[in-house]
């Protein structure tokens, strides 16, 4: 009994720590930061009459920023987590190879 729910705690853990890494390393949260302060063409247009007309320029005034940010506590802490379980599983494999290569090598 004990076995079976140890099991199925670890199986979502896991789902959850795999999740969160696959969207770190694709590269979501970044690409989600840059578009928050991409320019549109409209923005781009105005900015480039302006220079032309010597308006005075503040970047301000051209970007976009009006994008909610989700993040909370929960998801923090679960991206803490999953990074911690990242190490430990990266610390453990490099263990394991390292002992491997020792006993080939020796």
Do not use: P
Not at 46 to 59: A, L, P, Y
Not at 86 to 96: Q, R
């Amino acid at each position: 009994m004990k076995n079976k729910w140890f099991k199925t705690i670890f199986i979502i853990l896991f789902l959850m720590f795999l999740g969160l890494y696959i969207s770190a390393n694709a590269g979501l949260i970044d690409y989600q930061a840059k578009y928050k302060n991409m320019m549109t063409e409209k923005e781009i247009e105005r900015f480039e009459e302006d220079i032309k007309n010597n308006v005075n320029i503040d970047i301000k005034d051209y970007i976009k920023t009006d994008n909610k940010v989700y993040s909370n506590n929960v998801s923090k802490t679960t991206y803490k987590i999953s990074k911690t379980i990242g190490n430990v599983i990266k610390d453990t494999l490099n263990l394991i190879f390292n002992s491997v290569d020792k006993a080939i090598n020796s």
